[in-house]
């Protein structure tokens, strides 16, 4: 497609229960981003894609978060027993390689957990 | 560690006056710096980014920015605003020392609205 894209848009899920959240990235773009971001926040970074290869985890919060790419295109992040404070919006973004090209953002998942 | 600094929550401007968002960085080596716009219920947009060169940064919509390192400072600019340009502004930095991967930090950002 023409930008990231990710589903669902919103998610509620009760407290104790498991989400997967999936992020389409541009065609053909090596990088691949997971960011949280709560309200009022700035984005905070989760973790880190190129191709299939998760190169950097050490933003997921806790073991409850799992990411996976495993063909190297689309991405899903998974959240285990969702908590209150897991709460936010959730973003993925692609860059064409690592360094320095920037990077292109989904519309992002906002999850509310209750 | 790098960390940005937006020490403005909000921005107020007349339409058709000159904007200014500020932004200070702090990392360890070379900066790549990045500026995005979020509007409600959309996703970060890319304006601008300095990695080399001149120091005057031109991006989408008619913003630029001012890398200045004696300041560490990369000052987001529109010569006129819009009433349009009114959302919220991140600025972004990454460690530029090596070509692999740097994550990007992001500021808390800066709210700009800007009166008809």
């Known amino acids: 497609g023409a930008g990231v894209s990710q589903s669902p848009r919103y998610k509620v899920a009760k407290r104790g229960q498991d989400v997967a959240l999936r992020c389409d990235p541009i065609s053909g773009h090596v990088s691949l981003f997971w960011y949280q971001q709560a309200l009022g926040q700035g984005p905070e970074f989760l973790t880190y894609?190129?191709?299939?290869?998760?190169?950097?985890k050490s933003g997921l919060p806790s073991d409850r978060f799992f990411a996976e790419r495993p063909e190297g295109s689309v991405s899903t992040l998974k959240i285990q027993r969702t908590q209150q404070e897991d709460s936010a919006v959730y973003l993925c973004a692609s860059s064409l390689r690592a360094g320095n090209t920037e990077a292109f953002f989904g519309q992002g998942t906002r999850l509310t957990v209750v | 560690a790098q960390s940005v600094a937006q020490p403005e929550d909000q921005v107020n401007v007349a339409e058709g006056n000159p904007l200014t968002v500020k932004c200070t960085y702090s990392v360890s080596g070379n900066p790549y710096l990045f500026w995005y716009v979020q509007y409600p219920n959309r996703g970060l947009q890319f304006l601008l980014k300095y990695i080399t060169g001149d120091n005057l940064v031109k991006g989408s919509y008619g913003f630029e920015a001012e890398f200045n390192k004696s300041q560490t400072s990369f000052h987001l600019k529109k010569p006129s605003a819009l009433v349009s340009d009114s959302a919220l502004y991140f600025c972004?930095?990454?460690?530029?020392?090596?070509?692999?991967?740097?994550?990007?930090?992001f500021g808390t950002g800066t709210r700009l609205l800007v009166s008809p």
């Open positions: 894609f190129q191709n299939e290869a998760q190169l950097d």
């Open positions: 972004a930095v990454r460690d530029g020392r090596n070509t692999g991967f740097q994550k990007l930090v």
